[in-house]
């Protein structure tokens, strides 16, 4: 409001916006009250309106509000104050319905397209928000809350140039949020040093800013600044008067992990020596959030490494917990209740898999419960996975005691975890023991450690009997390929080459998987591939400027042009789906396989090339190429690997011919019947039931 002008208005009016923009909101809403007895007028009701607001008078706000709306009905600041109230009253409709108003009467208002753009966001539809930023800037360039809010819209989308362009356009700065959102800004671009700057400046500015001390810290760990870093931690809990809780050990793990995301590997030989040292102590849990345990997947850590760190991890979550193994009774009719638990009900890759279980189940034997641990997104993957389910409940806003009580309620009999470590996962719920029988099926290929779940559920391939030695949980496994995933989703239309910016003529090899598993080795890999089949081409996900200039670089440096790098305009599924068709050849990572991709490109009839090793992770793609009698391109080491990929590059007939032969494989294969490979997991929770009902504990086995 601090930009509001009431020329026109009664002195008694000005007077009380003069109070309110220093803050003496009660004395203004004295003096309004005494002038509305004797002065009328919309700008009395206005500023009243305003006063309460900063009072947290909502309901009393939208009444002033509406009072000088019905004055003045074609004022636009008006109408935009009232959209506000009620946007935080959480009437979206009625604060858009006035927004519009606002624009009808002015069209060119900057403060109602920016008050439109948060409604829009509000409602999930960040495309519609950030045109409405942009004409809102268009027409006033230092509008601050446009220029905030577009900032964190672009950081959001992983646009950390742009972001970092909005929060500058704001200097000086007299906000620390403004410094605060320059420090995200620049650490998504990691200038760690200019990072730290900003959070100094938030510091100047808000001395009791958590959010900027810990940047601080971040980036002084980030630099290796060790011990300036844990100075300024001890200096912010005195400033705080609390701790802030990280060590300086753990905030460098967590920024070099980061840096594993954009392919920087300047420090991943003394991150690995970290891990190692805390494998060897048991001091996981203390450098390592739950997590950061999957990213660890794609370095050069050993499964007892692995290990160790998880059980580190999982004794930390247990000791948190008060945790119950009930008895769940057994149905009158005999049915396993199986509660699945996941923040994947939506468009996901997750989600495809959760829609083949429920439509493929067996409803005389089993009942399915759902547990979204994500919010309602109004997708039609959303209502389809709700209508499949026997029971669907939305626990997105519950605590884990809540959701933990209301499966011990359902009487759950196995709990299906489906996301482990993942983004969005609640793996506290596990540590609770909600059911008497708990299974982790794909999500995080690995250990969970020690205590959070009885079973893994995976086959012969991915990890045979005995990697055993690799689990805190009992290995069950299929003796086909344990993996449900979708083969006839709703796939975008492939893009022709043209469309995707690719060569019609090239050799595409393809490795569109996250960056994070793409590590120094089979980049090196993938270099020598490439300067042993001068007409290849390598096209990866794009994961925005700084991984493009890392992987450019680290390519010059490996004696490999720049240019024979390309990068593909996805990021997330099935984004992909329109990109694979138009590759040749897709090469797996050696560390941390690609598993839902692997399996799409088959299905488009492109061949996998893989080289497996120890570990579950690596080992991903294999299942699908045996099934498909490919095991031509599963390589025994990293150089028959290099010698396969460039022997198909260089003989376009030879690659058209594996093509061939992986489209007549794919066609009609079990692999790609799910209602066959559900019947098999069906089989493996008979088997864990009948087990548990026994009285029996778990036990390592196969199901066929």
């Known amino acids: 409001m601090d930009e509001l002008e009431l020329a026109d208005a009664p002195a008694a009016v000005r007077a009380a916006l003069a109070l309110i923009r220093h803050g003496q909101h009660l004395s203004a809403l004295r003096l309004l009250v005494l002038a509305m007895r004797t002065e009328a007028g919309w700008q009395a009701s206005f500023v009243l309106g305003v006063a309460q607001h900063r009072l947290g008078q909502l309901a009393e706000a ?22 506000t109230v009620l946007f935080a009253l959480g009437r979206l409709d009625e604060a858009e319905s006035d927004l519009h108003a606002a624009l009808t009467a002015q069209p060119a208002s900057a403060l109602a397209l920016c008050n439109l753009a948060i409604v829009r966001e509000a409602r999930g539809d960040a495309g519609a928000a950030a045109t409405l930023y942009d004409r809102a800037l268009a027409l006033e360039p230092r509008l601050f809350g446009a220029r905030m809010n577009r900032g964190l819209l672009r950081l959001a989308r992983n646009d950390a140039s742009g972001a970092l362009a909005d929060f500058e356009a704001l200097l000086p700065a007299a ?160 049915k396993v209740r199986i509660g699945v ?27 399915y419960f759902a547990y979204a641990l994500n919010p309602e997104d109004g997708s039609a993957m959303r209502r389809e996975l709700q209508a499949l389910a026997d029971v669907f409940i939305d626990v997105s806003g519950w605590s884990a005691a809540q959701i933990a009580d209301r499966m011990r309620r359902d009487r759950i009999e196995i709990l299906l975890d489906r996301t482990g470590f993942f983004a969005g996962a609640r793996p506290e719920v596990l540590a609770l023991r909600p059911a008497p029988v708990s299974v982790s099926y794909l999500g995080q290929p690995s250990t969970l450690g020690a205590g959070l779940v009885d079973y893994r559920l995976s086959d012969v391939w991915t990890t045979p009997l005995e990697t055993q030695p690799h689990w805190s949980e009992r290995l069950l496994l299929i003796s086909g390929v344990h993996a449900v995933f979708e083969p006839d989703h709703e796939a975008p239309q492939p893009r022709t080459r043209e469309e995707l910016g690719l060569p019609q003529d090239a050799v595409v090899l393809c490795h569109l998987d996250q960056l994070q598993k793409i590590e120094p080795e089979v980049f090196g890999a993938w270099m020598r591939i490439l300067a042993g089949a001068p007409d290849a081409l390598l096209w990866l996900a794009d994961g925005g400027e700084v991984a493009r200039a890392n992987l450019q670089r680290e390519a010059e440096a490996r004696g490999v042009p720049a240019s024979r790098l390309r ?9 992909y789906l329109e990109c694979l068709p138009r590759a040749d050849l897709y090469l797996n990572a050696f560390a941390y396989s690609s598993r839902s991709i692997a399996y799409a490109a088959l299905h488009a009839g492109v061949p996998v090339l893989m080289r497996p090793g120890e570990s579950m992770a690596s080992r991903l793609a294999l299942p699908f190429l045996k099934q498909l009698g490919l095991q031509e391109l599963v390589a025994a080491s990293a150089g028959d690997y290099e010698a396969k990929a460039i022997a198909l590059a260089k003989d376009r007939n030879g690659l058209r011919t594996m093509r061939e032969r992986v489209r007549l494989a794919a066609r009609g294969a079990a692999l790609f019947d799910p209602a066959r490979q559900v019947a098999a997991l069906e089989r493996a929770f008979l088997r864990i039931a009948e087990r548990h009902r026994a009285g029996l504990p778990p036990e390592a086995q196969t199901v066929e």
């Open 62 to 83: 939208v009444k002033s509000f509406s009072d000088a709306v019905a004055a003045a009905p074609d004022e636009p600041q008006v109408r935009c104050a009232r959209a």
């Open 175 to 334: 906000s620390a949020a403004v410094h605060v959102n320059r420090a995200r800004a620049l650490f998504g671009l990691h200038r760690d040093a200019d990072a730290l700057d900003a959070a100094r400046a938030a510091l100047a500015l808000e001395p009791g800013n958590v959010r900027a001390w810990l940047d601080a810290a971040h980036a002084l760990a980030s630099l290796g600044r060790m011990e300036e870093c844990r100075d300024l931690i001890q200096a912010a809990g005195k400033a705080l008067g609390r701790s802030l809780g990280p060590t300086p050990e753990s905030l460098y793990v967590a920024r070099a992990i980061d840096r594993q995301g954009v392919c920087d590997w300047r420090d991943r030989d003394q991150l690995c020596a970290i891990l190692r040292r805390a494998a060897r102590e048991g001091t996981g849990a203390r450098l390592l959030e739950p997590i950061m345990l999957t990213d660890c997947l794609a370095l050069p850590l050993r499964p007892a490494e692995i290990r160790a760190l998880a059980d580190s991890v999982a004794a930390a979550l247990m000791s948190q917990a008060r945790a119950e193994r009930p008895h769940a009774g057994v149905p009158a009719d005999g």
């Open 341 to 367: 638990v996941s923040p994947e009900f939506r468009v996901h890759t997750g989600g495809f898999v959760l829609r083949q279980l429920f439509r493929h189940r067996d409803p005389s034997r089993f009942e």
């Open 567 to 575: 990068f593909a305009p996805v990021r997330a599924y099935p984004g």
